[in-house]
């Protein structure tokens, strides 16, 4: 091999290292979208009521067993949980501040009678990028959305004095409640006035099917569903469920509420976790690219020492050469040891980020409510608190009308807990 073609061998490997090295920058400030806003009185038939389901947390299956894997994937289960909570509060927020929408509830999983539902996983959050898969359908089943949102994060929220009270990915949010008000205005004008009856008669039906199952249908080509009649004006039957359904809104209003409080008690501490984070991120992935791009280039140099020509034919020549090739490797190793050090930096940082996520669920406990005199936790069990709540509701139906239910009402593992003090 001549000099020549060994000296452009060397360079091209060294201009790849330094590349590779170079790909770690901080995120810009971002525009500061805002969602469209209802500019004249939305008709009655448009005003939708909209629940958002809390979000499935995206916690892959075995990594809580897993350190090595939570470590390197930066997915802290607890935090995950946290925010599977918080995030559907703010899209709340962002839907009621449009004035577009009727009521905007964070509902349990078991509510599917709301005119629109909308239900989320959390595919990857972190402090530099949030990706959500988004659905929502009305309640006669049409599917508005089934589709995934990604945003980075507005970094002046992460500075101190910045962006005060707005999220770091708020734009995320807006692109979703733009495209649900995008799918709602699609809708045909006979279409949209027949969401809020279905929506309706569907809760009605589950708590008397045999009074109100005729007034469905579902469709076999589409799958939707259908208003074949309307209850008669007076049907005490129906007056009566539709005060048990403001009961059951009540209720769904107070858990609602729950996770605002949740969200406001946990909102300073997630910021400043997140503030840290992206700033652990970015001083780890520059580390990591550190150490890759000084174990390439140590490693270049020892392979240009042990590649040194030796065509010498006098002992100083000899001399110069043997200490080039020394100097060379030399040099070589003091880089590669320098890139393993900041490895361990890196790590450093990682451990920082799984001690501070572990921290934070101190301040991500349950939050407890009182609804009747029942104390609610909301917690991963508030499916079957509310499932439990259904089930009262089912006896209250029962000893207003007299009547037997055709069908039990859904189970509940989970009991309630006994009123107690605050």
């Not at 389901?53 to 809580?64: N, T, W």
């Not at 964070?106 to 709301?114: A, C, E, F, H, R």
């Not at 009747?372 to 209250?396: F, S």
Request: glycine content about 8%.
């Amino acid at each position: 091999m001549n000099q020549a073609k060994l000296r452009n061998i060397l360079l091209g490997a060294t201009l790849a290292a330094f590349s590779a090295g170079c790909v770690v920058q901080e995120t810009r400030p971002l525009p500061q979208l805002q969602a469209v806003q209802a500019t004249e009185q939305i008709p009655e038939s448009e005003l939708l009521d909209v629940g958002i389901r809390l979000f499935d947390p995206g916690i892959p299956e075995g990594l809580e067993d897993d350190p090595q894997r939570i470590e390197k994937t930066r997915i802290y289960p607890e935090i995950r949980r946290a925010e599977a909570r918080y995030m559907p509060t703010l899209l709340r927020d962002t839907l009621e501040g449009t004035a577009q929408w009727g009521a905007v509830r964070i509902v349990p999983g078991l509510v599917d009678s709301m005119d629109v539902i909308v239900t989320g996983r959390i595919l990857e959050s972190d402090a530099a990028t949030l990706r959500l898969a988004i659905r929502a359908e009305d309640a006669t089943g049409r599917v508005w959305l089934d589709r995934t949102y990604e945003g980075q994060p507005d970094t002046r929220s992460y500075r101190q004095g910045g962006n005060a009270g707005r999220d770091p990915f708020q734009n995320v949010y807006v692109s979703i409640a733009d495209d649900l008000l995008a799918a709602r205005r699609a809708l045909g004008a006979d279409e949209l006035p027949a969401v809020q009856p279905v929506g309706e008669l569907r809760f009605a039906a589950a708590f008397a099917p045999a009074a109100f199952d005729e007034y469905l249908a579902k469709d076999r080509r589409s799958g939707r569903w259908q208003v074949t009649r309307l209850p008669a004006e007076g049907d005490p039957v129906f007056e009566r469920v539709a005060a048990i359904r403001e009961r059951d809104d009540a209720l769904v209003d107070t858990v609602s509420d729950g996770y605002a409080a949740f969200r406001e008690r946990i909102g300073e501490t997630y910021l400043n976790y997140r503030r840290f984070s992206y700033d652990e991120i970015l001083a780890e992935d520059k580390l990591k690219a550190q150490q890759r791009t000084r174990i390439a280039l140590g490693a270049l140099a020892v392979a240009a020492g042990v590649l040194v020509p030796d065509s010498c034919s006098s002992s100083n020549c000899s001399r110069v050469v043997d200490a080039a090739r020394h100097g060379a490797n030399a040099g070589g190793v003091s880089g590669v040891m320098s890139g393993i050090k900041k490895g361990e930096e890196a790590k450093i940082h990682t451990a920082t980020l799984r001690e501070f996520a572990g921290s934070f669920q101190a301040d991500a406990e349950p939050l407890v409510v009182e609804v009747e005199g029942r104390t609610l936790r909301l917690t991963g069990t508030a499916e079957e608190q509310y499932a439990e709540w259904r089930r009262l509701l089912h006896e209250l139906y029962v000893d207003d009308t007299g009547l037997v239910r055709a069908a039990p009402p859904p189970a509940a593992s989970a009991a309630v807990a006994p009123p107690g003090p605050g």
